[in-house]
């Protein structure tokens, strides 16, 4: 893999330069999301990511059940469908029998955070070198609106339709700050797609993500909260506005841990034991 920009991309003397460029790796499709759907953007910035670091032809991604598993309609890479919270365990078998290759994981709350929570605390804790893009919009979009592990304290889901107590259902799961305290957790970040300069923030979360495991990193995970306007109940816009106000609240922003890879490796590794005399 190689980290060179692409010539297009370059300046030389007399010749204009091409500031932007659809990346390759992004299909040409009409999106079938909902309007207003935050996937959309999650894609366009993995694809960005992917291109600049000439990814596509070395990656085998995993998308399980949820409104995550239309990524490979999306993006033109290799891709295996998983049952629904497994991404981890079938990123681990790829690992495994495809050490060279780029492995990667794109999941929704109610897929990570929920059914598939033993697979992706067990996969951090081995530090499996696996990238995992965590799209949170706190609600089960595909099946019909239901509580996710993520909805906030009140919210109105099918399943709670007089809002989330706390009570009765629980806390919403700060998942990634949870995994971040795993030794085999590389890097770790949150970031959003609120608006322009978070979303520049967030591409930047996935790049060093990617570039984690490139180098040899352990698992990496990035949580992009997102909105679900129809799920909500709410505009796009209204959504956006809800993100950027009580989600983002209740969901704090930024790089959780990134312990680097040298330091990565030596805390996961095991203890030495004192022989007794």
């Known amino acids: 893999m190689t980290l060179n920009p692409s010539p297009e991309l370059t300046a ?3 010749v204009p330069r091409l500031i932007y460029r659809k990346p390759d790796v992004l299909l040409d499709r009409s999106t079938h999301y909902c309007p207003g759907c935050g996937h959309g953007i999650v894609h366009r910035l993995l694809a960005e990511v992917m291109t600049e670091l000439d990814l596509p032809a070395h990656t085998i991604a995993v998308a399980p059940v949820g409104c995550a598993v239309f990524a490979y309609d999306y993006l033109n890479v290799d891709f ?3 049952p629904h919270g497994r991404a981890p365990a079938v990123a681990t078998g790829i690992r495994r029998v495809r050490p060279e290759a780029f492995v990667l994981t794109y999941q929704g709350d109610g897929d990570l955070a929920a059914i598939g929570t033993a697979e992706i ?10 990238t995992a893009i965590f799209v949170n919009n706190g609600i089960y979009g595909m099946t019909g609106g239901q509580m996710a592990p993520t909805t906030l304290l009140g919210q109105k889901t099918t399943s709670s339709p007089s809002g989330r107590d706390a009570a009765l259902m629980g806390y919403p799961i700060r998942i990634t700050e949870m995994l971040a305290q795993l030794p085999g957790v590389t890097y770790a970040a949150r970031g959003s797609i609120a608006d322009a300069s978070l979303i520049g923030k967030l591409k930047a979360m996935i ?3 990617c570039l984690v495991q490139m180098e040899g990193g352990g698992f990496a995970l990035v949580e992009a909260l997102s909105n679900c306007p129809v799920g909500w109940g709410m505009t796009p816009q209204e959504s956006l506005d809800h993100l950027k106000g009580p989600v983002i609240e209740a969901y704090p922003l930024g790089v959780i841990v990134d312990r680097g890879v040298a330091a990565a490796v030596a805390a996961a590794a095991p203890a030495a034991v ?3 005399a």
Do not use: D, F
């Open 12 to 14: 030389r003397p007399g």
């Open 80 to 82: 295996v469908e998983a």
């Open 121 to 130: 605390v067990h996969a951090a804790a081995r530090g499996e070198r696996i």
């Open 207 to 209: 790049k060093r993500a």
């Open 274 to 276: 004192e022989s007794e």
